[in-house]
C-alpha cells in the first residue's frame, strides 16, 4: 500500500468510527474531535496534544516549504508571565484560535492569526503545595473537545474551561496532592466522552494512577492504577512495596480508533535506584517485575480496563521509564504498528493489536545499562544490575537517551525524526526508606554525577530513520541535546527547535539546514503548525528551566548557567 | 595604666567584641544541636536532595554545590524550610526540626574538594 492510499485509509477507518460514535457526542464536540482523528496534523488545526492521535506531530499543509522557508519570519509573540521552569507545553488550534498553557496551569485563547488574546483563565493553586513540589509548576498541555478546554493541575485537579468564554464549566479534584505531593502536569487527552490523564509517580511512592474523567460532567467514570493495579500485578511486588511503587503515566499517550484502544506509557518504579543487584527478583527494596512499571499499557477507553501491555523494562532499576508520550502508529507491509520510544535510549516496534514485539532499536550510541535487548523478543540481555556502592559511567544518563518531547513522524518521506541525547553519569547506590508522613517525599535511593561518555563530551542529535528497522537516514549533530518536541510539515521540512535559542528548519528527506532564527531562549515544549485566514503558521514554545534543562549549566556551562528560568514566550512563524 | 597599657588593653577588648559578634553571625555549631545527627541527615540527603545536589552534594548538578559551603546554618536551614520557587521545593512541613538540623550536619560533614 503507498502512503498515499494508507493516509486515504487511515482517514476511512477514522471517518467510520466518527460516524459510529456521532450519537454520543454533542455538536461542539465533533468539530475538534473529527480533526484529532481523521486528519494527520488535524489539517488547519492542531486539537490534541500529539497533532493526531496517530502521534505523527506531522502537519500536512505545505504552505511554508523547502523553497520558500528562508522568508519565514516572525509574525506575533505571547507572553503569558510567570514561566517558572520556562514554558514547557504546546498549543492547540481549532477554528481560528489558539489555546495553549503556562507554569501554573494557566490557560490563554488567542486569536491565531493576530495573536490577540481573547481570554485567560488562571486558576487559583495551593500555593503551599506548589512550593512543596519539585516537578512543578509547569503544565505541558490541554486537551480541547465538547466545547471545553481541558487543563490539569499540579495540585491534583482536572479542570474543564469553556472555549468561548474562558469560564470553567468544572472542576474535579482526583488526586489527594497534599498528601502524595505529585499532581498533574502532562495534557490530558480526549477520546470520545472521557478526559484520560494520568498522574505524576516515577521516583514518588504512590501508586500512579490514570483517570477517564466524563467531559460532560467532570465525573471520574474510571482509574487504571499502575502499580499492582491488577492481581496479576501485584504478584510482581514483593512485600509492601506495591503500596509505595511509583509508577504513574504523566504523558498524554495515543489512541488507537480502530480498535478503540488508548496506548499510554508509564513511569519508573521507586526507589528509583534499587540496592539489590542481580537479586532484584528476591531483594531489596521492590522484588520483582513491578507491574506496569515502565510498560506501555492498552486501555479501553470507556471503562479503563487493561487490554494488553508489553514491560519495556521489567523491574526498572535505572530510571529509563515508558512515560514518553507518543505512540507513532503507521501501517507497514499489511501490519499496523505502534512505535514507542522508551528514554533508556531504545526504540520499541509493537503490534498494535496485542503489542506483541515486532523490532527494538538503538537510537543512541552510549547504552550500557544493557548490553541488548532482543529485537524480536524485548528481553533484556546483559542487565547491569548495580549493588550497594559505587558505579561508573552508566549510560545513558539519568536525563535519558531521549526525553519526554515528541519526535515526528512524516508520512511523506516515512521518516521518523527524533532528539537522541548522549550522556553519562557516576553513581553510588544507597539504601532509603520512603518518607511518606506527613507529605510523601522522592524516593532517589543514590547520589549520583552526570558526566561525559568515556572518550568523547556529551552532545546530542536529531535523525531521520525508517521507524520500524531504524536505518538512519540523515543525522544532524548538537552541541547539547535538544529538549523540545519536532514538528515535520507537508512542505518537507522538519523544524527543531534547540536547546540554545536557535530554531532551525531541515529538508526532511536530506537534513539540510534551510532557515534558522534565534529566540534568544532555550526551547523546552513544543511547536505547531496551522492555519488561520488563509496563512500557514510555525507556533513554538519557547522557555528554559526544566529539571534536564537543569542539568545543563553544570555539565555544559554557558549559556545555560546564565540562561533565565523564570521566562518564556510563545513565538508564532509566517512567510514575509 | 601606662598608655601603652591601655592601648593593649583596647586592642584586647576590641578583639573579643570581633569575635562575639562573629559568633553571633552563626548558627549554633550544628553538634551543639540537640539530636542532629549527620547520618540521619545523610539517609534524607540520598532520599531526595541528592536528586539536584549531585555526588551526595559535593559537586554543582541542577542544584550547587554544598560541600564547603560558606553560607551560615540559618541561611541554609532557612532554604530548606522555604525552598526558591522554581529551583528548590519547601520542605517545612516535611521534616522536624531534628531531621532539618541533620540535613545542616551532613553538609557540615562533606568535605570541600573544590569539584
Given at each position: ?22 450519537c ?25 496534544y ?60 488567542i486569536?491565531?492569526?493576530t ?141 488507537d ?24 527478583k ?75 514485539i ?13 548490553k ?33 518531547n515528541?519526535g ?32 510523601a ?32 537516514k ?41 532557515w ?61 | ?15 573579643l ?38 555526588d ?59 569539584r
Open positions: 500500500m503507498t502512503t498515499q492510499r494508507r493516509v486515504i485509509y487511515l482517514v476511512g477507518l477514522a471517518m467510520t468510527a466518527i460516524v459510529a460514535g456521532a454520543s457526542m454533542s455538536t461542539s464536540d465533533t468539530g475538534t474531535t473529527r480533526a484529532a482523528m481523521a486528519e494527520p496534523g488535524g489539517g488547519n488545526d492542531w486539537t490534541t500529539h497533532g493526531t492521535y496517530q502521534s505523527w506531530h506531522y502537519s500536512p499543509l505545505t504552505q511554508i516549504n523547502t523553497d520558500n522557508v528562508k522568508r519565514l519570519r516572525v509574525a506575533w509573540v505571547h507572553h503569558p508571565g510567570r514561566s517558572t521552569r520556562g514554558l514547557q507545553s504546546t498549543p492547540l488550534v481549532s477554528n481560528g484560535v489558539l489555546y495553549y498553557t503556562g507554569s501554573y496551569s494557566r490557560v490563554w485563547a486569536d491565531a492569526a495573536g490577540t488574546p481573547l481570554w485567560s483563565y488562571f486558576p487559583k493553586l495551593n500555593d503551599d503545595l506548589v512550593a512543596a513540589q519539585t516537578h512543578s509548576p509547569y503544565t505541558r498541555g490541554i486537551a480541547l473537545g465538547h466545547g471545553k478546554v481541558f487543563v490539569g493541575t499540579v495540585d491534583g485537579r482536572l479542570i474543564a474551561i469553556d472555549q468561548k468564554t474562558g469560564q470553567p464549566a468544572w472542576d474535579t479534584k482526583l488526586i489527594n496532592s497534599e498528601k502524595l505531593t505529585v499532581g498533574f502536569t502532562g495534557a490530558p487527552l480526549l477520546v470520545k466522552d472521557k478526559v484520560i490523564i494520568g498522574a505524576q509517580g516515577g521516583e514518588w511512592p504512590g501508586r500512579g494512577p490514570i483517570f477517564g474523567v466524563d467531559a460532560a460532567s467532570g465525573r471520574k467514570a474510571w482509574e487504571f492504577i499502575t502499580v499492582a493495579g491488577t492481581p496479576e500485578a501485584m504478584k510482581t511486588w514483593g512485600g509492601d512495596s506495591w503500596r509505595t511503587g511509583g509508577g504513574g503515566g504523566w504523558m498524554a499517550g495515543g489512541y480508533v480502530e480498535t478503540n484502544t488508548v496506548w499510554w506509557g508509564t513511569g519508573n518504579p521507586a526507589p528509583l535506584y534499587d540496592w539489590a543487584g542481580s537479586d532484584w528476591t531483594a531489596g527494596p521492590r522484588p520483582g517485575d513491578n507491574l506496569y512499571t515502565t510498560s506501555v499499557i492498552a486501555l479501553d477507553p470507556d471503562t479503563g480496563k487493561l487490554k494488553f501491555y508489553h514491560q519495556e523494562l521489567p523491574h526498572d532499576a535505572w530510571d529509563f521509564d515508558s512515560a514518553v508520550g507518543e505512540f507513532v502508529m503507521i501501517d507497514r507491509g499489511g501490519q499496523k504498528l505502534v512505535v514507542h520510544p522508551n528514554k533508556g535510549g531504545h526504540v520499541f516496534v509493537y503490534d498494535r493489536k496485542d503489542a506483541k515486532v523490532n527494538v532499536w538503538p537510537l543512541v550510541q552510549n547504552i550500557n545499562f544493557v541488548g535487548i532482543d529485537p524480536k523478543t524485548g528481553a533484556l540481555i546483559g542487565r547491569r544490575d548495580m549493588a550497594l556502592g559505587k558505579h561508573t559511567n552508566l549510560c545513558p544518563a539519568i536525563a535519558g537517551g531521549m526525553s519526554w515528541s515526528a513522524y512524516s508520512p511523506k518521506t516515512g521518516l521518523y525524526y527524533k532528539i537522541g541525547q548522549e550522556w553519562c553519569m557516576d553513581l553510588e547506590v544507597v539504601k532509603t526508606t520512603p518518607v511518606l508522613e506527613p507529605q517525599q522522592l524516593n532517589i535511593g543514590a547520589n549520583f554525577t552526570l558526566r561525559n561518555p568515556e572518550g568523547g563530551k556529551a552532545y546530542g542529535h536529531v535523525s531521520g530513520r525508517d521507524p520500524v528497522t531504524g536505518q538512519k540523515w543525522e544532524v549533530k548538537f552541541t547539547e541535546p535538544p529538549l523540545a518536541s519536532l514538528l515535520a510539515t507537508g512542505g518537507n521540512l522538519v523544524f527543531v527547535p534547540d536547546a540554545r535559542g536557535w530554531l532551525r528548519a531541515y529538508n526532511a528527506e536530506t537534513g539540510q539546514e534551510l534558522s532564527h534565534n529566540n534568544g531562549l532555550g526551547h523546552n515544549g513544543g511547536i505547531i503548525s496551522y492555519s488561520a485566514k488563509g496563512k500557514q503558521y510555525i507556533a513554538v514554545a519557547t522557555g528554559w528551566g526544566s529539571l534536564v534543562g537543569d542539568e545543563f549549566g553544570a555539565l555544559f556551562g554557558e549559556p545555560f548557567k546564565s540562561m533565565p528560568k523564570d521566562s518564556g514566550a510563545l513565538v508564532v512563524f509566517t512567510l514575509e | 595604666m601606662s598608655a601603652m597599657g591601655r592601648i593593649l588593653a583596647l586592642a584586647i577588648v576590641l578583639t567584641a570581633a569575635a562575639v559578634a562573629h559568633g553571633q553571625d552563626r548558627s549554633p555549631a550544628p553538634a551543639a544541636a540537640p539530636g542532629a545527627d549527620p547520618l540521619i541527615g545523610q539517609q534524607i540527603f540520598t532520599n531526595l536532595c541528592g536528586f539536584c545536589h549531585q551526595g552534594g559535593r559537586v554543582a548538578g541542577r542544584g550547587p554545590r554544598l560541600a564547603g559551603t560558606d553560607r551560615p546554618d540559618d541561611y541554609i536551614l532557612n532554604r530548606i524550610r522555604v525552598g526558591k520557587e522554581g529551583a528548590m521545593p519547601a520542605y517545612a512541613r516535611a521534616f522536624s526540626d531534628v531531621q532539618l538540623r541533620s540535613l545542616i550536619a551532613y553538609i557540615r560533614s562533606l568535605k570541600d574538594e573544590g
